[in-house]
């Protein structure tokens, strides 16, 4: 009877009920234990949204992998911001300086279909211009033309 369950929870406040709760409830494992394991794992995340998945065998045992949260979600953390724009081509919600858009890269790199960093940052640029997001207080739709012009290698290529 051997499983798996994925859901997303809270960073680091993932409790016994739903979603957790009702899935494990009907396993072998100690579902505190679960919990417990899941909020020292996730704790940097703390209150963003995180993809875990909890294998778990006959005997109560149990593995869980931490994904990392969706880049939407790195963005509105590290900007400090709520909810994105309704209108992201006219109002902006946030700026990003070119610092904290190469942080949210190296956090989604291993998520991300890049091979450089230079490369995930206009990843990134193009959440932040579907989030309303400014970089370094110039529209994100332009991110990808300044990256390839040399404007950041100063950061990007470190």
């Keep these: 009877m051997a499983g798996t369950i994925e859901a997303l929870v809270p960073g680091g406040?993932?409790?016994p009920g739903p979603p957790l709760g009702p899935e494990l409830g009907p396993t072998p494992v100690d579902v505190q234990d679960v919990v417990a394991q899941i909020n020292d794992e996730t704790a940097a995340f703390d209150g963003m949204e995180v993809p875990v998945t909890v294998e778990y065998d006959d005997d109560g045992s149990f593995t869980i992998e931490v994904g990392v949260p969706p880049t939407a979600e790195l963005i509105?953390?590290?900007?400090?911001?709520?909810?994105?724009?309704?209108?992201?081509?006219?109002?902006f919600v946030a700026d990003m300086s070119i610092e904290q858009v190469k942080k949210v890269a190296e956090q989604k790199s291993t998520d991300l279909l890049s091979y450089?960093?230079?490369?995930?940052?206009?990843?990134?640029?193009g959440t932040c211009a579907s989030l309303g997001v400014t970089i370094e207080?110039?529209?994100?739709?332009t991110f990808d033309d300044r990256v390839d012009a040399g404007d950041y290698d100063d950061v990007l290529d470190e």
Excluded: H, L
Excluded at 116 to 125: I, R
């Design 137 to 141: 207080g110039e529209d994100a739709r």
């Design 76 to 91: 509105k953390d590290e900007a400090g911001f709520e909810t994105g724009s309704g209108e992201p081509q006219t109002d």
């Design 13 to 15: 406040q993932a409790n």
């Design 116 to 125: 450089d960093v230079k490369n995930a940052a206009k990843e990134v640029g």
